[in-house]
């Protein structure tokens, strides 16, 4: 399924980690929202915090929401 969402949020791991694609490219693995934010900012949105990540229409977020940190 292809979407027009710029950042990819998937499945946790058996670690807590998801993989955070931004743009087609793998950003890192995220452990927390902030992880998340974090990956956002060094992609240019310098003003993005825990809570944009939640309420941001750019993320897509496979194998549970922003709350899943576990699998």
Excluded: H, K, N
Excluded at 13 to 32: F, K, L, N, P
Excluded at 36 to 54: I, K, T
């Amino acid at each position: 399924m292809a979407t027009d969402r710029p950042v990819v949020v998937y499945p946790p791991d058996e670690e807590g980690g998801r993989r955070v694609r931004v743009d087609g490219q793998i950003s890192g693995r995220a452990y927390s929202l902030g992880d998340v934010a974090a990956f956002m900012q060094e992609a240019g949105l310098q003003s993005f915090d825990e809570m944009d990540v939640v309420r941001s229409a750019l993320i897509e977020w496979r194998g549970g929401g922003p709350e899943t940190w576990t699998d």
